[in-house]
Nanobody, 124 residues
């Protein structure tokens, strides 16, 4: 089992940037794939981005491709989500999640452990 703690959320104007962090404990971080999901009010949780255990494989939702970047620092047990050119429709609670998959997982069912979430609000 992996314990995950997100940070870095907040309020930002449209066009601005934020960097989310997620720190893991409880299992060898370098052996697990990581992902970011988000959930807006009244909507289902959706995939945002994921990264393989090595960091060499990444995958993005079309809605964030070219604006968001996922990365990881295995020495710090941390995964990041750099969010640029933010839009009001990016407003949501953002969750990081851990997966034992050997590929780059993109569905909720691929992930077993979840953080508590961090709120991102983008004003227009």
């Amino acid at each position: 089992q992996v314990q995950l703690v997100e940070s870095g959320g907040g309020l930002v104007q449209a066009g601005g940037s934020l960097r989310l962090s997620c720190t893991a404990s409880g299992r060898t971080f370098s052996s697990i794939a990581m992902g970011w999901f988000r959930q807006a009010p009244g909507k289902e949780r959706e995939f945002v981005a994921s990264i393989s255990w090595s960091g060499q494989g990444t995958y993005y939702a079309d809605s964030v491709k070219g604006r968001f970047t996922i990365s990881r620092d295995n020495a710090k047990n941390t995964v990041y989500l750099q969010m640029n050119t933010l839009k009001p429709e990016d407003t949501a609670v953002y969750y990081c999640a851990a997966s034992s998959a050997v590929f780059v997982p993109i569905t909720i069912d691929d992930y077993r452990d979840w953080g508590q979430g961090t709120q991102v609000t983008v004003s227009s």
